[in-house]
């Protein structure tokens, strides 16, 4: 294995640019082991040091962090151990964490390394901001597709290899690489380390963890120190920018057409014309974020995440929070209608009345327990409207609710009444309800609610509303019905 000694004038280089006599900033010196790991990393990974370089890890101490007051303050721990204090977080200050507790931990060049930084990890400077992840959806999105039968019966027609035989379809499930390129590259993957390979580098060989289903950043990978989630799913390393968090394009990773259309409904929105248009003009790194000082219209995290203040930062508008469905009252994306948000993120141990894993019966019957009351629905209800009364008139935010709530009813209506139709259709046995997703008539119920009803719930939350008539929506909807019950009547 190569050492990193001739690089060296490199590291010293690096160190001059950044000088005071170089008329750079002044910039809080690095540990001596993230020097040393700069030492090869600057020519071996270029982009990911000058990645490092542009952000605040490198340009303040943990200890200089936490002297922030007030609203500005950045960082939520109010101690770290004292060996991170004064020195920026640099390479090691993340990957040498709690090297006992991954099971990911080698030795690299004298030190324990681990390669996955996970949330716990983060937690050591973040901890507020990992305990919100930790209620919300997308840090259980592992558990919730595939320790659900439904979902994860679901997710096995949609992507498992199909092939013919003898005149019939048959399945197989589908394969970790194709789990990992397909639902699980958002939902996250089961990272565990199976020993060390050898990576044949330009700087000689390295051993390395040899990891499963990696790479991965989705929002509930499962890490192999055990901890759930991947910060660098909204905040890419190595800057680990607030402003590409807040930017829409960060949600477009996901939640993209045609079964979570957010983005492309927002893209097409008043709000999404504004931001597009003036992005340029927003300050997409101040904390607190200012209403109209700030920003204008909302990009996603406005609604759904930011520390939100009145112009002059006297007021706060709406919490910080990495629970990204804590503002939410109503669950728009249903199978296979609107229900109220779940208590937890941890959806698998819902129980709808007819026994499934589910917050809603196929006959849009919410489930008992576990989903959060009308009280709390009020509550969270009112606090967006604060997000969007803070631009907008109280009658338009009346309004607008008014309009939603209306639209969804009639939008679950119409799923009720493919349901209806499938119902016929199992009675008859021109389908069997054993798997109510592998066959004509039952993937155009499918249809009905995850691609066509989800758009048009979109559409009116955020208003992109060809999303809802022609461009899926109640176009799709309508084309479902006529299908459905033209195969019914035909038989």
């Given at each position: 294995m190569k050492t990193c000694e001739p690089f060296l004038p490199a590291v010293l280089l690096l160190a001059a640019l950044l000088s005071p006599a170089s008329g750079q900033m002044d910039l809080p010196d690095p540990s001596d082991a993230t020097a040393e790991c700069l030492i090869c990393h600057e020519m071996a990974t270029p982009g990911i040091v000058a990645d490092w370089q542009r952000s605040r890890h490198s340009r303040m101490t943990p200890e200089e962090a936490m002297e922030v007051e007030g609203l500005a303050r950045?960082?939520?721990?109010?101690?770290?151990?004292?060996?991170?204090?004064?020195?920026?977080?640099?390479?090691?200050?993340?990957?040498?964490?709690?090297?006992?507790?991954?099971?990911?931990?080698?030795?690299?060049?004298?030190?324990?390394?681990?390669?996955?930084?996970?949330p716990a990890d983060c937690a050591t400077c973040h901890p507020d901001e990992q305990d919100e992840?930790?209620?919300?959806?997308?840090?259980?999105?592992?558990?919730?597709?595939?320790?659900?039968?439904v979902y994860h019966l679901l997710e096995t027609e949609v992507i498992g290899l199909k092939s013919e035989r003898?005149?019939?379809?048959?399945?197989?499930?589908?394969?970790?690489?194709?789990?990992?390129?397909?639902?699980?590259?958002?939902?996250?993957?089961?990272?565990?380390?199976?020993?060390?390979?050898?990576?044949?580098?330009d700087m000689g060989d390295v051993e390395v963890p040899d990891l499963t289903n990696w790479p991965n950043q989705g929002v509930g990978r499962v890490n192999p120190d055990g901890s759930l989630g991947a910060c660098t799913a909204c905040h890419p390393r190595h800057s680990f920018s607030i402003e590409v968090a807040r930017k829409p394009y960060t949600c477009a990773q996901c939640h993209i057409e045609p079964d979570v259309p957010a983005w492309d409904v927002w893209k097409e929105s008043k709000h999404g014309n504004i931001v597009l248009s003036e992005a340029t003009h927003y300050n997409w790194d101040a904390v607190p974020w200012k209403v109209g000082a700030d920003f204008k219209a909302p990009s996603c995290v406005v609604c759904h995440a930011a520390l939100l203040t009145t112009p002059d930062g006297s007021e706060v508008?709406?919490?910080?929070t990495h629970d990204f469905g804590s503002r939410l009252w109503l669950r728009i994306f249903g199978l296979p209608t609107s229900h109220p948000q779940p208590e937890h993120g941890l959806t698998t141990t819902l129980r709808n009345a007819d026994g499934q894993p589910l917050p809603v019966t196929f006959a849009g019957v919410p489930a008992a327990e576990g989903l959060i009351n009308e009280e709390e629905m009020a509550a969270r209800q009112a606090t967006m409207s604060g997000v969007c009364g803070a631009c907008h008139s109280t009658d338009w935010v009346n309004g607008h609710f008014a309009q939603f709530d209306a639209f969804v009813a009639e939008v679950d209506q119409?799923?009720?009444?493919?349901?209806?139709?499938?119902?016929?259709?199992?009675?008859?046995?021109?389908?069997?309800?054993?798997n109510p997703f592998d066959e004509y008539l039952e993937q155009l119920w499918v249809y009905q609610w995850l691609i066509n009803a989800n758009a048009a719930r979109y559409a009116s939350a955020m208003n992109g509303q060809d999303f809802a008539a022609f461009k899926y929506g109640w176009w799709g909807m309508s084309q479902n019905l006529v299908k459905m019950h033209a195969a019914l009547k035909e038989h």
């Open positions: 950045r960082m939520s721990a109010i101690q770290v151990p004292a060996h991170l204090a004064d020195t920026t977080v640099g390479c090691y200050e993340c990957h040498g964490l709690r090297t006992e507790e991954h099971g990911d931990t080698f030795e690299h060049f004298g030190y324990q390394i681990n390669l996955v930084v996970s992840y930790m209620d919300s959806k997308k840090a259980h999105a592992v558990a919730n597709l595939r320790d659900n039968p003898d005149g019939a379809l048959v399945s197989a499930p589908p394969s970790a690489h194709t789990q990992g390129e397909s639902c699980y590259s958002c939902h996250g993957t089961v990272v565990e380390a199976k020993g060390l390979k050898t990576v044949e580098t508008l709406a919490e910080r119409m799923v009720l009444e493919t349901t209806g139709l499938l119902s016929q259709a199992w009675e008859a046995g021109l389908a069997d309800p054993a």
